[in-house]
Every structure is written in C-alpha cells, then in structure tokens.
T-cell receptor, first 113, second 113 residues
Framework: NAGVMQNPRHLVRRRGQEARLRCSPM?????VYWYRQLPEEGLKFMVY????????ESGMPKERFSAEFPKEGPSILRIQQVVRGDSAAYFCASSLISGNTIYFGEGSWLTVV | DAKTTQPPSMDCAEGRAANLPCNHSTISGNEYVYWYRQIHSQGPQYIIH???NNETNEMASLIITEDRKSSTLILPHATLRDTAVYYC??????????????FGKGTKLTVNP
C-alpha cells in the first residue's frame, strides 16, 4: 500500500512568492495533519483537517498560511508571500479515523531565497 | 507541551539491545503511549504503541510499568540504521479527541559499530 505522498519534495521560492505543498493521505484515510520542522528544531503541529473541514488550526501562523482538504484531491498547505523564516521541512500525516495511528510522509523541503 | 520526559541522548553498540526510557508520570487512564523515530532528513516513522500491556512487533518491544508512569522501548538488536531521534508521546486513543501528536525533544540514539 502506498504511504502518505507529499510533493514536491523540494521547493525553492523567492521572497514574496507563494508556496503550495500537496499531500495525498494513505488510501482510505480521511484525517490529515500538517507539521513543520525548522532547521535544527523539533516537529511542531500546524493544523488538523478532515475532508472539507479544519478541525484544529491552533498551530497555524495567523497570517499567510492556509490549509485545505477538499472532498476530492489532495490536501494543500499554502504559504503566501514567503519569507526566509518559512524555510523548513513540512510534514504531512494521515490517519484512518480519529485517534488512530498517524502515519507520516517523507516531507516537503521549502527553501526561500 | 509534551507530557513525557526522555534522556536527550544515548549510545548503543551495534548488535546489542537498545533500551530507551520514557517517563510519563501524569498519563491519564485513556492515554496511549506512542513511539516514533525520525532518521535524519526523513519523516517520522511509527514504531509501536500501547495502553497498559506490553507490546511487541517486528520493529520493537514496548514495556509499560504497572502504574503506567513510565515505559521502555526496546530495539532487540540495534543496527547502524537505527540511529535516529526517538520520540515517546502520550495521546488519547480512538474517539477520545485531542487528535494531534505533540512531539518533545526525544532521545538521540547513536548506534556505534
């Protein structure tokens, strides 16, 4: 079975551009989580979504960041007007039902130049 | 904030058992103990989880004390590829709410030849 698929794996953006990171959960999973890992730091929760709903966005920066998980298609983490401090690894994870084991993708590395 | 305490680093000889401790003295009755690891530049990998009974799978064994205030992850025959940061996380189980995993600093395990 395919795991959690993230793309692109590596993305370079200039300051002020937009970054879109995509995540396809494991087959049958309808719960998606996004985490961010800044260089040399730990994993920080950003947002938890179910299909078409944001359940917990307590870790999302107030501005420039948004996430969606539409009825059809992958989950998207969107970062507008990127700044150098957004350079990080962004990990997506999924679970089958609430409270079930969460499985992570290999991450998307964003570099802002 | 993470509700677990782990040593920041440990060393282990290749081929020997690696025993990684974790304290979770404030764990609630409905919270599970989860272990993940993160090999450098990869996504977190699920290892094992348990509620109160000891658990074993193809990767590791999890020993939970009777009072559930601490646990030990055992890698029976450590290899160089087991070098990683290991995270112990307590989390409410299915249908219990509080879906996200909260990562602490983990234990950096180095397996030496």
């Amino acid at each position: 079975n395919a795991g959690v698929m993230q793309n692109p794996r590596h993305l370079v953006r200039r300051r002020g551009q937009e970054a879109r990171l995509r995540c396809s959960p494991m087959k049958g999973h309808s719960h998606v989580y996004w985490y961010r890992q800044l260089p040399e730091e730990g994993l920080k929760f950003m947002v938890y979504l179910q299909k078409e709903n944001i359940i917990d966005e307590s870790g999302m920066p107030k501005e420039r960041f948004s996430a969606e998980f539409p009825k059809e298609g992958p989950s998207i983490l969107r970062i507008q007007q990127v700044v150098r401090g957004d350079s990080a690894a962004y990990f997506c994870a999924s679970s089958l039902i609430s409270g079930n084991t969460i499985y992570f993708g290999e991450g998307s590395w964003l570099t802002v130049v | 904030d993470a509700k677990t305490t782990q040593p920041p680093s440990m060393d282990c000889a290749e081929g020997r058992a690696a025993n990684l401790p974790c304290n979770h003295s404030t764990i609630s009755g409905n919270e599970y103990v989860y272990w993940y690891r993160q090999i450098h530049s990869q996504g977190p990998q699920y290892i094992i989880h348990g509620l109160k009974n000891n658990e074993t799978n193809e990767m590791a064994s999890l020993i939970i004390t009777e009072d559930r205030k601490s646990s030990t992850l055992i890698l029976p025959h450590a290899t160089l590829r087991d070098t990683a940061v290991y995270y112990c996380i307590v989390r409410v189980g299915p249908q219990g709410g509080s879906e996200k995993l909260v990562f602490g600093k983990g234990t950096k395990l180095t397996v030496n030849p």
